[in-house]
């Protein structure tokens, strides 16, 4: 039993199980900002867009995983032959999803987002070779465009208001992610410099891009909450995202200490944005 639990929680944080539940959160506090009632289909439909392209990362660069993630090396070696036709499976899967909820636009959506993270590995990772840091613009993409997931989906009539409260969320998003995926680049710094990637840790150093994350992080956080607030294109409740600062200053900690765990930690962040909002809502009852 004990070694059945230690493989399921291997696969939850190596698996990039935590990152696409981080996509769905998005998602959720996307619908719940603009005050949309969300069902379990795009849920679904966006954890599966977003496993397969992972899990094809994965697999294509796990020769230089070994590098620098040798315990996620290990973990994926476990069942790398089947890594393949775990990828096809869950595109099937999404395909199946989406021919069953029937809707054409959010099927068009979907469907650009995997075709293109799975190019992301074979052609848009290595323009990081011409562009710096250009990989986590790319992947900050994604995330930011499932923001507007539940609008497609259920071709919403936005205001005004509703429109530039959107963008906000988008913002907040597309920034917080690039900054977590520079905090992934530290990591990879061996892998990334043989494959002549221009990162921010390969650029600067891993301390001084720890103290850059911490600053930057901690002021894009506080300045957009605060200023959406006033504003009110966001409601007040937003401001428990505020609780991302200390998480974001502990996973940094852990990371200039050396703790793999950090890493794990701050690439779980959106996760920790959801466990947020419903934790909201179950004391706001």
Known sequence: MKKLFNLIWKEFIYGGHSQCLGAVGIVYISSFLLDIKVDSGILLATYLIFYPIYINDRFKWIQLDRLTNPERT???ETYLSLMPKLILLSILFLLILLIYIGNFKFSIFALLLLIFGLLYPLYFKNLTKQIIAFKDFYVAMFFTAIAAASVIYYSYPLST????????????VFLKTVLMQILLD??????????????????????????????????ITTLILLIAVFFRLFPIWMLILLFTIPFNFYSYNLTQKGNYFGYLLGSGEFLFWLILVLFFKIIAL
Do not use: Y
């Open 74 to 76: 290990k973990h994926f």
């Open 161 to 172: 208001l509703m429109t530039v409260s959107l963008v906000g969320l988008m913002l907040l």
């Open 186 to 219: 530290c990591k990879d710094i061996e892998s990334d410099k043989s494959l002549g990637l221009l990162t921010i840790p390969l650029l600067i150093g891993k301390e001084k891009t720890l103290s850059f994350l911490k600053i930057s992080n901690a002021s």
